[in-house]
């Protein structure tokens, strides 16, 4: 297993759709396997793969259920195929620097993906599952939860983020 490289906002491969996977093979393993790594030693608890750099459709999302554990799903080409119910929370993600907003969720998502062996998964996810499972699925889709905040909002954080980066420089 290999840690990979976080990138970050204002990355171009963040704002890029992932491709479909069609081959499930031992490689695909590979990457799930580094990208749950990767996310466990963040900390975080989702992962896309654009994060990372690689534009294909996979996911890593944390279910452990004890803090010490590192359990996580994989989840291949995965869609939310229904949404009900609207609940604003507190989400950040690995890829924007040193920021947090509320963004608002459907509470509840039906999703179908693959698994790594290509076969397919259909199931419910509500609350704090279902709000990372749309926040990675935005991801593939090029998308990151600040453009689902106020433009106001944003453009402070961009703000923040110049200054934070000159800084760093
Ligand atoms: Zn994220």
Redesign the pocket.
């Known amino acids: 297993m290999a840690l990979k490289k976080i990138l970050t906002f204002p990355a171009t491969v963040l704002r890029q759709k992932a491709k479909k996977i069609i081959i499930f093979d031992e490689a695909l393993r590979q990457l799930a396997a580094d990208m749950g790594e990767t996310m466990y030693d963040a900390p975080g608890v ?1 992962l ?1 793969a654009n ?1 990372i750099g690689v534009l294909r459709q996979i996911v890593v999302v944390d279910v452990s259920k004890e803090e010490k554990e590192k359990e996580f799903i994989t989840l291949i080409n995965p869609v939310i195929s229904a949404g009900e119910g609207c609940v604003s929370g507190e989400e950040g ?4 620097l040193e920021y947090e907003a509320q963004v608002k969720r459907f509470q509840k998502i039906h999703v179908t993906a693959h698994d790594l062996d290509g076969k397919p998964l259909a199931f419910d996810a509500e609350d704090r599952f279902a709000r990372i499972i749309q ?2 699925v935005d ?1 593939l889709q090029g998308k ?2 600040i453009d689902r905040i106020s433009a106001l909002k944003r453009s402070l954080y961009k703000k923040k983020l110049k200054k934070l980066l000159k800084g760093r420089k």
């Not at 993600?93 to 924007?96: A, G, Q």
């Open positions: 989702g896309a994060q993600c690995l890829s924007v926040h990675e991801h990151l939860f």
